[in-house]
């Protein structure tokens, strides 16, 4: 499809600050961009809370709905989740004049749970993101046919449904979760079954941001071909190798990244998969330094895994993507940087490019002294080599 095939107008309540919204805005556009969908405009309202039937207010919904006819618009994308009576209402004032395509509502959740389901490559994921999809689903029913159908193997259209046929999807949803419940609870069986035999080695998980260069930086350290690409979610499926540093050995992990906002349903969903990060003795969490918010990312990686059970894991910070910092005027001192990221309570940090494999041996050297001290507490006669 050529770009502009599918356009979108995107809506968020400007938040803390107007170039806050400007940055949740654009990370909107990316997301949409990742599943084929282009923002051909931005709306923004200062409001104290969404208005309780359309988010924004009737005169800016008005505004909104000239600029989408004008346009020929076929979504909106809002950055926040919708209740049930907003997406409702939100569909029948965009579509309530005749054309020849009908204009779809987008919330954050619904468009999250898309990119997982396009990304999710293993039974697991796939489980875990149909899981999600139907749990989101069933308090939405009304006018999420074209979901509902991708969840039954895409079996036609549905037209004008009754309230009978909305309570016979609801039971068919149902029993779908109750189904895909149990699946995951054999996968999970097998999974821990995976898990035991790897007791004695110790283990370390990369977390962070989505599209932070952690598939990277996986790849330069264990000499791994895991998909890296400069996209949001590339990595859905969690990925662990062996890796050794002088002869000292352990299991490096690359799993989901997190985001702003992550759908609730989703993080329940892939608790089996998070059992990599929860379960790790130490923690990279690689971070993308040169983002002008790369502080609020870290913020909400830090409030992710103390909801997930890992907020007590010791972490080495890895502040990726130095070259294109290095280019700004005047230089950054890097030195002083790590004092600031001390004080906030990462005792270790590291500045790398994993694009430029710049100071990639420091991180190595880092992870090898915490991985020692793991080491020889689980085999504390063994000889290690410093030769790494």
């Known amino acids: 499809m ?5 356009k979108a107008v995107l809506i968020a309540l400007i938040g803390q600050s107007p170039e806050e919204t400007v940055e949740h805005l654009d990370e909107l556009a990316f997301l949409a961009e990742t599943i084929g969908i282009y923002a051909a405009g931005r709306f923004t309202q200062k409001l104290p809370h969404p208005d309780v039937r359309t ?3 009737k005169g800016k919904l008005d505004e909104i709905k ?4 004008a346009q020929k618009i076929q979504f909106v994308l809002v950055d926040d989740d919708l209740s049930a009576s907003q997406l409702k209402n939100l569909e029948k004032h965009f579509n309530a004049d005749e054309k020849e395509y009908k204009v779809r509502i987008y919330d954050r959740s619904l468009l999250i749970l898309d990119i997982f389901l396009m990304r999710a490559q293993t039974a697991q994921a796939r489980t875990q993101v149909e899981l999600a999809m139907n749990q989101y689903l069933l308090p939405r029913l009304t006018r999420m046919w074209t979901h509902l159908e991708r969840q039954r193997g895409g079996t036609g259209t549905r037209g004008g449904a009754g309230e009978k046929e909305i309570e016979t999807d609801r039971r068919v949803i149902r029993d779908q979760i109750a189904k895909l419940k149990e699946e995951l609870k054999k996968i999970d069986k097998q999974r821990q079954t995976q898990r035991k035999s790897r007791e004695g080695t110790v283990r370390v998980a990369l977390v962070g941001y989505t599209n932070v260069g952690k598939s ?3 790849n330069l350290l264990a000499k791994a071909e895991v998909k890296a690409e400069n996209k949001l979610f590339a990595t859905v499926d969690a990925t662990v190798r062996k890796v050794v540093i002088g002869n000292v050995p352990f299991l490096l992990s690359d799993t989901v990244g997190f985001i702003r906002k992550l759908p609730h349903h989703l993080i329940e969903s892939f608790k089996s998969t998070l059992d990599e990060v929860r379960e790790a003795d130490l923690l990279l ?3 993308d330094v040169s983002h002008p918010f790369h502080d ?5 990686v830090k409030k992710t895994l103390a909801e997930i059970g890992a907020g007590t894991i010791p972490v080495i910070l890895v502040l990726n993507k130095i070259d294109q910092l290095k280019q700004e005027e005047p230089p950054i001192e890097f030195e002083n940087l790590k004092g600031y990221y001390r004080q906030q309570g990462f005792e270790h940090t590291v500045f790398v490019s994993a694009a430029r494999k710049e100071n990639i041996e420091e991180l190595r050297k ?3 002294d915490e991985v020692r001290k793991k080491h020889l507490m689980i085999y504390p006669h063994y000889i290690v080599s410093e030769n790494y």
Do not use: P, S
């Open 66 to 69: 000239n600029f989408a006819q």
């Open 366 to 368: 880092l992870i090898f």
């Open 216 to 218: 990277t930086l996986m």
């Open 285 to 287: 969490h690689v971070v």
């Open 296 to 300: 609020n990312q870290i913020t909400v």
């Open 2 to 6: 050529e770009k502009n095939d599918k």
């Open 55 to 57: 988010f924004v207010g």
